[in-house]
């Protein structure tokens, strides 16, 4: 059974910081054959793109938004994925979800067929 499990989420005052952590178990070849992306959904907006990372980990890719803020990085030892997340805005208020993918060439969702639960950030005064 495949699991994709994000924690580290919570409550944090603009500007502040947090770490979202993503735990990968029973997919079907080694965590290091999968690319690895995370997503963001806000209330009444679909979902979004937010950081993808290859397999190796040397490459990332981000929205525009997010873009010098976060900080997505792996550990495939651990097969675990992170998103560092500074200075952060009221706008970055949404559930976070880390996905899978052997391919990972998009940053659409639908192209993504491995995905976790969400962890919630909220960010407010």
């Known amino acids: 059974q495949v699991q994709l499990v994000e924690s580290g989420g919570g409550s944090v005052q603009p500007g502040g910081s947090l770490r979202l952590s993503c735990a990968a178990s029973?997919?079907?070849?080694?965590?290091?054959?999968?690319?690895m992306s995370w997503f963001r959904q806000a209330p009444g907006k679909s979902r979004e793109f937010v950081a993808k990372?290859?397999?190796?980990?040397?490459?990332?890719y981000y929205a525009d938004s997010v873009k010098g803020r976060f900080t997505i990085s792996r550990d495939n030892a651990k097969n675990t994925v992170y998103l560092q997340m500074n200075s952060l805005k009221s706008e970055d208020t949404a559930v976070y979800y880390c996905?899978?993918?052997?391919?990972?060439?998009?940053?659409?969702?639908?192209?993504?067929?491995?995905w976790g639960q969400g962890t919630q950030v909220f960010v407010s005064a």
């Open positions: 029973g997919l079907p070849f080694t965590f290091s054959y999968y690319f």
């Open positions: 996905a899978a993918d052997s391919a990972g060439s998009t940053r659409d969702e639908r192209d993504w067929y491995f």
């Open positions: 990372i290859i397999r190796s980990g040397s490459l990332t």
